[in-house]
Nanobody, 123 residues
Framework: QVQLVESGGALVQAGDSLRLSCVAS????????MAWFRQGPEKEREFVAN????????DYSDSVQGRFTVYRDDDKNTVYLQMNNLKPEDTAIYYC????????????????WGQGTQVTVSS
């Protein structure tokens, strides 16, 4: 089991930057990958970015490629999502997720989730 705690969500203006944090605790040694998903109003949960714990390999959705960066701090058991040039369509609840056995873009493959943090981007 792992526990995930997200923070950093805020109300910002279009074009601003924001950094989200996800701190993991529990069976950290079993982590294979961590990911960020988001869910806006009346939308399904969608993939944002993921990172393989062992070597830092990453994937990004087309909608955030070039604007968002996911990275990790092994000593602090923390994954960050740096979001630049935010757009109103980025408004959503952002969730951190973890998996013990794969790196994927499908939410059903992740067993552990944080509580979510709200990001609101005004135009």
């Amino acid at each position: 089991q792992v526990q995930l705690v997200e923070s950093g969500g805020a109300l910002v203006q279009a074009g601003d930057s924001l950094r989200l944090s996800c701190v993991a605790s529990g069976e950290i040694s079993r982590l294979y990958s961590m990911a960020w998903f988001r869910q806006g109003p009346e939308k399904e949960r969608e993939f944002v970015a993921n990172i393989r714990w062992s070597d830092g390999g990453t994937d990004y959705s087309d909608s955030v490629q070039g604007r968002f960066t996911v990275y990790r701090d092994d000593d602090k058991n923390t994954v960050y999502l740096q979001m630049n040039n935010l757009k109103p369509e980025d408004t959503a609840i952002y969730y951190c997720a973890a998996d013990f056995e794969s790196k994927t873009q499908m939410p059903s493959w992740y067993d552990y989730w944080g509580q979510g943090t709200q990001v609101t981007v005004s135009s």
